[in-house]
């Protein structure tokens, strides 16, 4: 009867092994998908602060534009006399 115990503790520790084993597994592929997300995400930040500083650069290109043609038109406006041909 002593040998069946003991055979029934193999069998316990082995499947023990196993089931640790498997959680070892599963928490390797979490933290490398943790990872590969978090990588991701350091990227995705990187390229979205140089797309968000680019089009900022455009943006303020466009309002000294925009404000350089109110000037003009509100000289045009005080002067029209500026656009008639004599």
Known sequence: ?????????AVNVGIAVQADWENREFISHIS????????F?????ATTKS????LNQ???????R???LEIQVSTAS?????FTTS
Do not use: H, W, Y
């Open 1 to 9: 009867m002593a040998r069946a115990g003991g055979i029934t503790n």
């Open 32 to 39: 490398l998908n943790v990872r590969r997300l978090f990588d």
């Open 41 to 45: 995400l350091t990227q995705f930040e």
């Open 51 to 54: 797309k968000l500083s680019s």
């Open 58 to 64: 455009k943006l303020d290109t466009l309002e000294r």
């Open 66 to 68: 925009l404000e350089l």
């Open 78 to 82: 005080a002067n029209p006399s500026l």
